[in-house]
């Protein structure tokens, strides 16, 4: 069986296709420029189009070795791009790249990975039934079909004691928290011998403790040579981690900056989106009745060896924006389902308004004005195939007045779509673009103006503003705190603890399925929070 699995996993390395030819001259140009004189990367003149649109034009990178360089821009500057040219997923139409001044042709990922350009992506790209060693080794020739374990762990060894990046190798990957996930994906970067390596967003799915754990190895990994592209819209981190940072605008770059004392997240709020940011103020509502109750949630499925929600209660008034904190995966998905009518519990009940509601689904709880935000914009919100049009009414369009005795009325959708277009400033081609086309920031909107068009009585927002630049976060919050000045109940869901202390009344912190605390915002600390999410106590927060 071993035999069979390790076939398996030398099978799908094959695959992958990484050259040794390329390795070993990537390999050999790093030491001959160990003196540190000759940049680790340059790009030169980078420019990218689609469909005759540039989406970066003339656009220039250095990179030294042990430099962690801070990329920034808005969703749709150009970033993304950029960092997909580098990783071989896209060809660049004009420009050069230079890893240790020798120029480089990048067809493929595989390519980059063996010119020692490695990228940990937002979203993880590992195989949960495999163990930590397994996947590591992905992306490595093996001998005769099989994979050379012994050397493998000896190598992982080295990278832990190197980096401080320890994990258990013989661990089944989907039994990793997500800090471990990330971790791994980190140590196989170095594994295949990266000496540039992109951080895409690296903290959005992490604890406060579990980020400075992660910057701890970012700067071994500094200090080690190699060279750190670091992305986030977290600006406070990225001053925190940096040396240096570039500003993205439209496809060019505005600002290369020494990280130095006169940066501040405002100045670099305004490099980004070009005007100046003011984040929303929140007014003190009393809180109201009762809007939504949960007493006693469970949600049990077949074959899982613990409850997704275990005797969850907690209660949502009118004026109150209740904040649930939890390291991903703790069953913030069940919560937010069994909420909007998706996931049917195991036991207990749910009311809202006063009114117990039996038997919910997604139709019967947006006639009592539940509205839902949820976490996959595209899997679940919207539909990346379809006109903007059909995913804003989608789950509406049995209803007046966008249907009739059966028929579509595609006048009164157009109109529908297009004020709201005006209304939420959604900028795509029309009424009838694609939604998939979309930036993420504009999907969102998107999905805000479907749910508070019909101004629901509750909302359940999961991670509405994950991913998005300065300036959707400010537009996001803003529409979710007059929810709350309109005397409404939402219920927020982030793994953004500063996103929670901004906009929460009260937060709750959801560990293993159980809601763990509840504490007044004002009176908790992201120490306290953040060692909760964990499983810890949180000191005087959890008592």
């Given at each position: 069986m071993?035999?069979?699995?390790?076939?398996?996993?030398a099978?799908?390395t094959?695959?992958v296709?990484?050259?040794?030819n390329?390795?070993?001259k990537?390999?050999?140009?790093?030491?001959?420029?160990?003196d540190?004189?000759?940049p680790l990367?340059?790009?030169?003149?980078i420019?990218k189009q689609?469909?005759g649109?540039?989406?970066?034009?003339?656009?220039?990178?250095?990179?030294?070795?042990g430099?962690v360089?801070g990329?920034?821009?808005?969703?749709?500057?150009g970033?993304t791009?950029?960092m997909?040219?580098?990783?071989?997923i896209?060809?660049p139409?004009?420009?050069?790249i230079h890893?240790?001044d020798?120029?480089?042709?990048?067809g493929?990922?595989?390519?980059?990975l063996?010119?020692?350009i490695?990228m940990?992506?937002?979203h993880?790209h590992?195989?949960?039934?495999?163990?930590?060693?397994?996947n590591i080794?992905?992306?490595?020739?093996?001998?005769?079909?099989l994979?050379d374990?012994?050397?493998?762990q000896?190598?992982?060894?080295e990278?832990?004691?190197?980096y401080?990046?320890?994990?258990?190798?013989a661990?089944?990957v989907?039994?990793l928290t997500?800090?471990?996930?990330q971790?791994l994906e980190?140590?196989?970067?170095?594994y295949?011998q990266?000496?540039?390596l992109?951080?895409?967003e690296p903290t959005?799915v992490?604890?406060?403790q579990?980020?400075e754990g992660?910057?701890e190895?970012?700067?071994?990994?500094a200090?080690?040579?190699?060279?750190?592209v670091f992305?986030?819209?977290?600006?406070?981190?990225v001053?925190?981690?940096t040396?240096?940072i570039m500003?993205?605008?439209?496809?060019s770059?505005?600002a290369?900056l020494?990280n130095?004392?006169t940066?501040?997240?405002?100045?670099?709020?305004?490099l980004?989106?070009?005007r100046?940011?003011?984040?929303p103020?929140?007014v003190?509502?009393?809180?109201g009745?009762v809007l939504?109750?949960l007493?006693?949630i469970?949600?049990?499925?077949?074959?899982?060896q613990?409850d997704?929600?275990?005797g969850?209660t907690?209660?949502?008034?009118?004026?109150e924006?209740v904040?649930v904190?939890?390291?991903s995966g703790n069953?913030?998905r069940?919560?937010a389902?069994v909420?909007?009518?998706?996931?049917?519990?195991?036991?207990?009940t749910?009311?809202?308004?006063?009114?117990?509601?039996r038997?919910?689904?997604?139709?019967?709880?947006?006639?009592l004005?539940?509205?839902?935000?949820?976490?996959?914009r595209?899997?679940?919100?919207?539909?990346s195939?379809?006109?903007?049009?059909?995913?804003?009414?989608?789950?509406?369009?049995?209803t007046?007045p966008?249907s009739?005795l059966?028929?579509?009325?595609r006048?009164a959708?157009?109109?529908?779509?297009?004020d709201q277009?005006q209304n939420f400033?959604?900028r795509?081609?029309g009424?009838?673009?694609?939604?998939g086309?979309?930036?993420?920031g504009?999907?969102?909107?998107?999905?805000?103006?479907r749910?508070l068009?019909?101004?629901p009585?509750?909302?359940?927002?999961?991670?509405?503003t994950?991913?998005?630049?300065?300036?959707?976060?400010?537009f996001v919050h803003?529409?979710?705190l007059?929810?709350?000045?309109n005397?409404r109940?939402v219920?927020?869901?982030?793994e953004?603890?500063e996103?929670?202390?901004?906009?929460?009344d009260?937060?709750?912190?959801?560990y293993?399925?159980?809601l763990v605390?509840?504490?007044?915002?004002?009176?908790a600390t992201?120490t306290d929070?953040?060692?909760?999410?964990?499983?810890?106590?949180g000191?005087?927060?959890?008592?």
């Amino acid at each position: 069986m071993l035999r069979r699995r390790s076939r398996a996993v030398a099978q799908h390395t094959d695959r992958v296709g990484v050259t040794n030819n390329l390795a070993a001259k990537a390999s050999q140009a790093a030491n001959n420029a160990v003196d540190g004189t000759v940049p680790l990367l340059k790009m030169r003149g980078i420019a990218k189009q689609f469909a005759g649109v540039y989406a970066i034009r003339d656009v220039d990178l250095t990179l030294s070795r042990g430099e962690v360089l801070g990329l920034l821009g808005e969703n749709g500057a150009g970033k993304t791009t950029l960092m997909n040219v580098l990783f071989g997923i896209y060809t660049p139409d004009a420009g050069s790249i230079h890893v240790h001044d020798r120029a480089v042709a990048l067809g493929n990922p595989a390519d980059a990975l063996a010119t020692g350009i490695g990228m940990v992506h937002q979203h993880f790209h590992l195989v949960p039934r495999h163990t930590v060693l397994e996947n590591i080794m992905v992306g490595s020739p093996g001998r005769y079909g099989l994979l050379d374990t012994r050397r493998a762990q000896g190598r992982l060894d080295e990278i832990s004691s190197r980096y401080g990046l320890s994990i258990d190798s013989a661990q089944r990957v989907e039994e990793l928290t997500v800090g471990e996930q990330q971790r791994l994906e980190i140590i196989k970067a170095l594994y295949h011998q990266a000496q540039v390596l992109i951080l895409d967003e690296p903290t959005s799915v992490l604890t406060p403790q579990q980020s400075e754990g992660l910057f701890e190895a970012v700067r071994t990994m500094a200090n080690n040579g190699v060279g750190v592209v670091f992305i986030s819209h977290k600006l406070k981190e990225v001053l925190t981690i940096t040396q240096r940072i570039m500003v993205m605008r439209r496809g060019s770059v505005v600002a290369n900056l020494a990280n130095d004392d006169t940066l501040t997240p405002v100045h670099l709020a305004q490099l980004m989106c070009g005007r100046e940011i003011e984040p929303p103020k929140r007014v003190a509502t009393p809180a109201g009745r009762v809007l939504l109750r949960l007493s006693n949630i469970t949600v049990r499925r077949r074959g899982m060896q613990r409850d997704q929600l275990s005797g969850v209660t907690m209660d949502v008034r009118a004026g109150e924006i209740v904040g649930v904190a939890g390291v991903s995966g703790n069953g913030q998905r069940e919560l937010a389902g069994v909420i909007a009518g998706t996931i049917s519990p195991s036991s207990g009940t749910l009311e809202v308004d006063g009114a117990r509601v039996r038997n919910a689904t997604p139709r019967s709880m947006q006639r009592l004005g539940v509205a839902q935000i949820p976490e996959d914009r595209i899997g679940a919100g919207l539909l990346s195939n379809l006109p903007l049009s059909d995913s804003v009414v989608l789950p509406r369009f049995h209803t007046a007045p966008f249907s009739r005795l059966g028929w579509l009325k595609r006048g009164a959708i157009r109109k529908f779509v297009t004020d709201q277009m005006q209304n939420f400033d959604i900028r795509a081609a029309g009424t009838e673009a694609r939604t998939g086309t979309l930036s993420g920031g504009n999907l969102q909107k998107a999905l805000l103006a479907r749910e508070l068009a019909f101004h629901p009585v509750v909302l359940v927002a999961a991670q509405p503003t994950r991913g998005l630049d300065v300036a959707g976060v400010e537009f996001v919050h803003q529409q979710i705190l007059d929810l709350k000045t309109n005397a409404r109940g939402v219920v927020l869901i982030s793994e953004d603890l500063e996103e929670l202390f901004a906009l929460a009344d009260r937060i709750v912190v959801i560990y293993e399925g159980r809601l763990v605390a509840d504490l007044a915002a004002s009176q908790a600390t992201v120490t306290d929070v953040g060692m909760l999410m964990a499983g810890g106590s949180g000191g005087e927060a959890a008592e």
